[in-house]
């Protein structure tokens, strides 16, 4: 099992290579340039220095996330060329540099949304909430101040302070896309990069919306089974594929994960795998990883990654806030390195299992 870690950088985490190095079974991070804004084209010698640095610690780069895509090219806009333009010469880069598996999002103006970065539990730990009713409460021009402040100084993967401060032209690009246009925008996306991406072997792996529906009147494509097909026929190479993150795809509880796994063998790049407790109707907080501490079978989900053969890389995925770790909402080291040695665990007995069958 290829397991790794989130890593946002030297600078931009709380957590080290060091600390990671030593979570039994991490053998690589999942990593970005996370000062390069969207739509520019990484430098090679910035990558050569990132490899360098990871390998320095016995690790490997199993693969980046994200290289965000411009809004230019989300919205269709005349200029999107360029930014395409831009994103191919980006994979090049990592082409070249032996870097295969590139996760993004084609979420419109918002990557993944909470209500609370800080809920707490009564085992005295806080998690990340979602509530729909306090979302139809707030305002979307300020909901990037909401996330700010509770995100502990750090910033939020996809809350570019950079870039929201734009929030109400990027809400007027999208006034006339709906879902139909979100889409050819995106198959045109696709399209364009995967000779670039079939070239080098790039796994694009894109990133289920967060929550698995539409928020604040903007579009969201890419919420279940039915929506990924589509994409995958539309797009139909094997490097057009998608991040398994099991979290945001069960935000809605009509996706049954294990059936989404099994039905897109062979089109699953990367792997998110974490848990959620569903309190409500569009209201569910996230917990930690083990089955029991939330409302996901993550025994059933592992063995469904198991039979379909995944061998891409794996990540624990957002953990709750334990033991007074003041890290980034989500991503501290202590919870995910508990749900890194759960996932070890279950892998383990679901290879012995159907080994001695
Ligand atoms: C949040 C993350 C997302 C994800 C992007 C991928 O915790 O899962 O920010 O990285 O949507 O582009």
């Given at each position: 099992m290829k397991l790794s870690l989130r890593w946002f950088g030297t600078g931009h985490d709380s957590v080290t290579l060091e600390q990671i190095r030593?979570?039994?079974?991490?053998?690589?991070v999942i990593t970005t340039l996370y000062d390069i804004p969207a739509g520019d084209v990484w430098p090679i010698e910035r990558i050569r220095a990132l490899k360098e640095e990871v390998e320095?610690?016995?690790?490997?780069?199993?693969?980046?996330?994200?290289?965000n895509v411009h809004d230019a090219i989300k919205a269709g806009l005349p200029d999107r060329d360029k930014y395409i333009e831009n994103y191919i010469k980006t994979l090049e880069v990592l082409g070249v540099s032996g870097i295969d598996v590139v996760c993004y999002n084609f979420m419109p103006v918002f990557d993944w949304v909470r209500s609370d970065l800080a809920k707490p539990r009564e085992d005295g730990s806080t998690v990340l909430s979602y509530d729909q009713e306090i979302i139809d409460r707030i305002d979307p021009m300020k909901i990037f101040k909401a996330m700010d402040s509770g995100s502990n100084g750090f910033v939020l993967p996809g809350w570019e302070p950079e870039r929201l401060a734009h929030i109400k032209e990027l809400f007027e690009l999208y006034s006339d896309i709906d879902n139909k246009k979100l889409f050819d925008n995106m198959v045109y996306f696709l399209k364009a990069i995967m000779p670039i991406c079939e070239k080098y072997g790039i796994k694009m792996a894109v990133h289920p919306d967060d929550p698995a529906w539409p928020i604040f009147g903007l579009p969201r494509i890419v919420t279940n089974l039915e929506n990924l097909e589509r994409l995958f026929e539309a797009?139909?190479?094997?490097?057009?594929?998608?991040?398994?993150?099991t979290g945001s795809l069960a935000s809605?509880?009509?996706?049954d994960i294990p059936e989404i796994v099994r039905a897109l063998k062979g089109r699953i790049h990367f792997a998110h795998v974490r848990n959620l407790k569903y309190i409500g109707t569009r209201k569910f907080d996230e917990s930690a990883h083990l089955s029991a501490d939330g409302s996901l079978d993550m025994f059933e989900i592992m063995k469904a990654f198991y039979d379909i053969g995944f061998d891409g890389p794996f990540r624990p995925d957002h953990g709750r806030a334990i033991w007074g770790e003041k890290g980034m909402p989500g991503y501290g080291l202590f919870d995910r390195a508990l749900g890194a040695a759960y996932l070890n665990g279950l892998w383990e007995a679901i290879t012995k299992m159907e080994k001695g069958k």
């Open positions: 030593q979570i039994p079974g991490v053998k690589g320095g610690y016995g690790l490997k780069i199993f693969g980046i996330e994200s290289v797009v139909d190479s094997p490097c057009n594929g998608v991040t398994l993150c809605n509880p009509e996706n």
